[in-house]
């Protein structure tokens, strides 16, 4: 069995502010595959963008304590130094921004970036450089690339800017790309261009993909496996088929029960997930998703409101989820005939309850 390109292992990432401190990331682990996809999801605040950057070095180490283990391809990027983790992005590990006109910089030609990038990392000459510039514009789909090559990021729409930022970030044909909401701020065509020119893009380079989105709809067309975060954790994660067709969270439910679909009555009311993500300064005891939950186990004592559920296998195929209503015998100190009592205490949600 081949190691995976990337293994995050109970990732932790704590920020100091003058409230106190900011669990912003509380052991999360994951693996991502060469030439897969992982989407993560969830909600604002639920630390997927600041997983992702954290893994890149892009925080404030004065700010920010960060643990566990992030090992990609034999490297171990927690505690890295700047030297190696400069190295490592753009070259191994690229990143394409939710905005490119702030990503990109509005001082320099479109090319002369990509041009930077490619002979920061490979000491290409300017000419070399110039012309392998220009392959990746046309090769993203910019038209006349050797002219808009020339061109600032203001002159290119946002479309345009997308693709010349996924141009810049595959130019040294990294193993992996981490595409942080992408395509969040175009609209719904462009939005379907750069995800098949991504998944072309892939399939060629084949390039690893973190895909982090709060879009399930994104995520079901693109993701081989799926991450689902709340309040800093890992909530589910498996085959993003078991995922969005069988997802064993509620929390999952709820936001795949919140997405519109064009087959509903134009009059059936948006269900959005009931309440507001916690503060990371002070989240919920127990389970942090509780205090929005439909089926959480009521009574004194109930597990949801004292022990934080950890993920435990739901089914085959690497299935997982962080829930007490599916913790097996053991797992987290529910057993099966324990799990039969709660989820007799509470609605199904599948059979009719607030969130399918
Ligand atoms: Fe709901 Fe309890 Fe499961 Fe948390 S552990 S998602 S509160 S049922």
Redesign the pocket.
Known sequence: MTSPLLAVRDLRVRFATEGGVVKAVDGVSFDVERGRTLGIVGESGSGKSVTNLTLLGLHNPARTTVEGSAVLDGTELVGASERTLRDLRGQRVSMVFQDPLTALSPYYTVGAQIVETYRRHTGAGRREALDRAIEMLDRVGIPQAARRAREYPHLFSGGMRQRAMIAMALVCEPDLLIADEPTTALDVTVQAQILDLLGELQAQLGTAIILVTHDLGVVADVADEVLVMYAGRA?ELGPATRVLETPK???TRGLLASVPRLSDPLDRPLRPVPGAPPSLLAPPP?????PR?????AGPG????TRA?VLVGVGDSGHEA?????AGAGAAGVGSAERER?RAQ?PDAREGGKNP
Do not use: M, W
């Open positions: 909530v969270h509620p929390y127990g389970c942090a998703f509780h939950c439909d089926q959480v186990i109930s597990p949801c409101r559920p962080a829930c007490h209503l599916e709660e509470v």
